[in-house]
């Protein structure tokens, strides 16, 4: 597994979203790196750890990512959210905080998680890695940048990072979207008792505030919850100084 490790200061570890890799946090490393030893992880398949062979489930991911990385706050985008948010759960000893970007204890909706992804969405994501991997990527990419203010550049942003670090494994895309569609840690959060942060972007049409905001009330731990305005999935790229701000002020308490 890759792990970039830059900075000086206490550590903190960056997970990043599906189909993308540590690279994504540019804007924040630039940010963070004079206050944190910054531990950016390439997850299995993408990017530097395309041939890394460890399955993309959280058990797994958690347990390697762990094997690398020192005890620290983890702060996790996305898909990198659930992995934080387990390995916050299951190992406090290895994770002293975590820090969610636009991610949820259950990402698709059912009869009791109203404010969820459609699970249409997913569905129609993984037939398209099937018959056009690119252009699934594509508007995926376009899906996480609508409805922020900043979205031509946001897209531009992801689209340029998509395949700096090579293609992702196009299975591990596949385990990723059923890990995104299937993973509930909502019976779980009442056992997050360490502290947590909570950044939602108001324009977010894959993560809804509102489904944060229903997260963090079922933790344990004192937990913090702010909404970006006029930022959609990715804030950290259009609103990198104000999601830098929180990071600061909540890990470097």
Known sequence: MHVDVVGNGPPLVLLHGWAMHGGV?????ARLRDRFTLHVVDLPGHGLSRDCEVPLTLEACVDAIAAHVPAAPWCGW?????FALHAAIERPNDVTAVALICASARFVRNDDWRYGVSPEIFRDFATGLRSDYRGT???FVAL???GSDHAKDEMRALRNDLFTRGEPS???????LD???????RAAMPRLTSKSLWLAGRRDRLVDARAMRDSAALASGPTQVHVVEHAGHAPFLTHADVVAG???EFAGS
């Open 137 to 139: 990527l594509d508007r």
């Open 246 to 248: 929180h990071l600061i």
């Open 25 to 29: 946090f540019a804007p924040l490393v």
């Open 170 to 176: 196009a299975y591990v895309l596949a385990d990723g």
């Open 78 to 82: 996305s898909l990198g959210g659930l």
């Open 144 to 146: 996480e940048a609508f």
């Open 179 to 185: 890990l995104l569609k299937t993973a509930d840690l």
